[in-house]
């Protein structure tokens, strides 16, 4: 996969200054604020993910058993 078509998700728990630095790679990001995914739970979250084909970029530990 070509990072430049890659689409990344920052969680609502991810630092938003990080959007910055895929900013200045010229990466595709978007935040949870952005897409109104605010207070969804990890499972719905990863399902919204897969539709979407975006890459998600969490600090959740318990996000690896979905």
Not at 5 to 17: H, M, R, T, W, Y
Not at 31 to 49: D, M, P
Request: hydrophobic residues 40%; contains cysteine; glycine residues 4%.
């Amino acid at each position: 996969m070509d990072l430049k078509q890659a689409k990344f998700l920052l969680d609502e728990n991810v630092p938003i200054k990080l959007k910055q630095v895929f900013d200045v790679r010229g990466l595709y990001c978007v935040t949870a604020k952005e897409k109104g995914y605010l207070g969804v739970t990890n499972s719905e979250l990863s399902k919204k993910v897969q539709q979407n084909d975006l890459i998600l970029v969490t600090r959740d530990k318990d996000f690896t058993f979905l």
